[in-house]
Every structure is written in structure tokens, then in C-alpha cells.
């Protein structure tokens, strides 16, 4: 889906078929970032530093606690942990992440 927003920089990530965009990043961790994942492809489990907010712009994904079509938006509080799966369509997420992330699994 990354391929909407060509104009953005685009970075690979070690999990295949997810790219990031950074749109601001904070000495603290916290970040605004574009996420692209292809059909069926995963972000790692990771928990929350603090808040994350994810808007669901294209395609949707699910995990653990329900499937987000798209439109949708999540909060989820400081030290919740999940792993998004993208759906069928792939999926692109508008994410704010307050103090960052901590990934929870070893890149493949």
C-alpha cells in the first residue's frame, strides 16, 4: 500500500511486507508514523511505552482483541501488547505512539 504515497520515505523493516514512514519522531520514543502492511503480512508483537492511537486508513487488520476494518480507530493504553495481522487487502495505519514501542519478538 505504500505505493499510494510515493513521495514519503519509505523504510523497509526486518518483518517482510511492512514498511514505515516516519512522519515525526520525538527524542522520547514517540513517534508519528505511516504503517503499510501487505495482504496477510504482520507487525511484530510489540508492547505500548505509553498511549498508541492507530487510524486505519486503507485495507484493516486484526489481533488479538478484534478485526479493524477501514475507518476504524484503537487507543490502546500504556502497556498493552499486541501483533497486527493485516487483512486480505493489505493495510494502511496512521499510528501515534506516546514514548514508543517495545518489540516483543525477534525479527525473522
Request: hydrophobic content about 40%; glycine content about 12%; some cysteine.
Amino acid at each position: 500500500m505504500s505505493q499510494a504515497y510515493p513521495q514519503l520515505d519509505w523504510k523497509s523493516t526486518s518483518w517482510p511486507g511492512v514498511r514505515l514512514a516516519f512522519l515525526e519522531s520525538l527524542s522520547d520514543g514517540s513517534a508519528r508514523v505511516l504503517i503499510s502492511m501487505d495482504p496477510d503480512c504482520g507487525y511484530p508483537a510489540h508492547r505500548h511505552n505509553g498511549v498508541e492511537e492507530v487510524f486505519v486508513i486503507d485495507g484493516g487488520y486484526s489481533d488479538g482483541a478484534g478485526t479493524y476494518p477501514a475507518g476504524s480507530f484503537q487507543r490502546f493504553a500504556a502497556g498493552s501488547a499486541h501483533a497486527p495481522v493485516a487483512g486480505p487487502q493489505g493495510a494502511l495505519l496512521l499510528a501515534w505512539a506516546e514514548g514508543g514501542i517495545e518489540i516483543l519478538e525477534k525479527a525473522p
